[in-house]
């Protein structure tokens, strides 16, 4: 697995003032205002990998881009902007917070005249956080100029974010051979404390608020898992006990390829020892994927397990997986709607709770390709009382595969992730379960709320290796 860090962090460095909205300013859902940040924001990749990103939305409007070579390539400034009186270009830097933790900053220059008499500065409150004044010395000029003010622009930062934060996960589905494992020690399982596996109640915690009006008997919640996270496995365990104590039969669905099936139902009838979970892995083409999407994270293998303690506990409950082996597209969708179907019909009296990604759960069709039909609108075909939920939260991490921004290779690793401004939770939002009056577009009927989201790696590590793998299928 390439490039493994973890780790989410906020600066106190402010953005700086002025009067030109969108230069200095963002605007805040929760106020209706433009505001000036307070936070600046810690990208969770490489520095050279956010400042090839900003170059990126620069080139992308056509503007010619410089490096400073006596920077180490963390520094760059544009071309001059067309019809800017007086002349004015972008100077982008980075700092290198850690191997994969990187703060950039998209300024404005403004130039003046030489003999003016003004010195070189960044415009606004706590300057001395947002970069060094001397920088912009060591910019090239422009006959009878010199660079003089330096604004923020937020507005090329938040395109940087969207690229960085809010990219689509990848699900690697073919392509993707497993790597031999010779022993897995997990904690939290066995013996610990001279109390068995077999003995250890699952790990239920709170119940969700709001989500109780959701169990019945033959009933279907899809949940638009982003995957990676440690939260939504969390929750999803949560409904499993609360519906179970209502004493109805759960069943978990999981987008683990159905042939995984026969691995999973011996698993739950084990006690849940080492050698149970030796066997699970080791006889997975799934969990040992050399390259591993959010799917196979520790998190969803610990909801497994405790799905298994649900069963010892006397509880009715059965994992189900759904997902495809090798088809990708419609193909996928079809077969993962057909194998959801089949697993709820062997069990039609059971609460069904669905964790699929977010693009599979929707019960409508896709804005951007009238030809794809998600697993979630062909399933309510057959099951109209089918309830989806997409998932609100605040900023965080969460490890998925996405492709590099170097190219077309597919990295998958612990990255940032930014809710867009229709899932984004506020500071007034408390976590839990929200119904919406009515369906909303994308086909969800209410929506999760989880808070800021953490990141879950994989169950298993493969050796790290510096390139990816061959090109593989992935859908978001």
């Known amino acids: 697995m390439r490039r493994f860090g973890l780790m989410l962090g906020l600066l106190g460095g402010v953005g700086c003032a002025t009067a030109t909205r969108g230069i200095a300013t963002q605007y805040n859902p929760e106020t209706g205002r433009y505001e000036t940040p307070t936070h600046e924001v810690v990208y969770q990749v490489p520095a050279e990998d956010a400042m090839m990103t900003a170059r990126y939305i620069l080139e992308e409007s ?53 003999g003016s008499g003004y010195t070189a500065e960044v415009t606004g409150r706590s ?23 330096g604004y923020r622009d937020l507005d090329i930062e938040q395109e940087l974010q969207e690229l960085l934060e809010m990219a689509p996960a990848l699900e690697l589905v073919s392509g993707n051979p497993p790597v031999p494992i010779r022993s897995v020690v997990m904690e939290g399982w066995g013996e610990k404390d001279g109390t068995t596996a077999t003995s250890t109640a699952p790990a239920c ?13 033959g009933g279907v919640l899809l949940v638009a898992d982003p995957l990676g996270t440690q939260e939504v496995p969390s929750a999803a365990l949560r409904m499993l006990c609360e519906a179970s104590a209502k004493e109805l039969p759960v069943t978990l669905a999981l987008s683990i390829p159905v042939s995984e099936q026969p691995l999973l139902e011996r698993y739950l009838a084990s006690d849940g020892d080492s050698a149970a979970v030796q ?11 050399a390259y591993q999407d959010g799917r196979s994270s520790r998190a969803m293998l610990w909801l497994v397990e405790q799905a298994r303690r649900l069963r ?13 082996d090798n088809a990708h597209g419609n193909e996928r969708e079809a077969q993962m709607a057909q194998h959801l179907l089949n697993a709820q019909s062997k069990r039609p009296h059971a609460w069904t709770l669905v964790l699929a990604g977010s693009v599979h759960a929707r019960t409508t069709e896709v804005s951007w390709d009238g030809d794809f039909e998600p697993m979630g609108a062909r399933v309510v075909r057959a099951l109209p009382s089918l309830r989806a939920l997409d998932v609100g939260f605040q900023r965080g991490t ?19 992730i930014s809710p867009t401004l229709e899932v984004r939770q506020s ?37 790290r290796q510096d390139t990816t793998a061959d090109p593989v299928s992935a859908t978001k």
């Not at 001395?128 to 003010?149: C, K, V």
Request: proline share 7%.
């Open 427 to 463: 500071s007034k939002q408390a976590v839990g379960l929200q119904l919406f009056t009515s369906q909303q577009p994308h086909g969800f009927h209410g929506r999760l709320y989880l808070g800021a989201l953490s990141a879950s790696p994989p169950a298993l590590h493969a050796p």
């Open 127 to 149: 300057s001395a956080h947002l970069s060094a004044p001397d920088a912009f010395t060591n910019i090239p000029g422009l006959e009878g100029y010199r660079p003089a003010h």
């Open 312 to 324: 010892v506990s006397g509880k009715d409950v059965a994992v189900a997986a759904i997902d495809s």
């Open 279 to 289: 066997e699970l892995l080791s006889g997975s083409a799934f969990w040992r994927r």
């Open 205 to 217: 915690g709170a119940p969700v608020a709001g989500a109780s009006s959701l169990f019945s008997a």
């Open 398 to 416: 969460q490890f998925t595969c996405r492709y590099s921004v170097w190219g077309e290779d597919v990295e998958c690793n612990v990255f940032g």
């Open 62 to 114: 056509r503007y010619d881009v410089n490096e400073m070579k006596k920077e180490g390539g963390l520094a760059m400034y544009s071309s001059f902007i067309p019809e800017a009186i007086p002349p004015e270009r972008y100077y982008i830097e980075a700092k290198r917070l850690g191997p994969r933790q990187a703060l950039v900053r998209v300024f404005r220059l403004r130039y003046t005249q030489e």
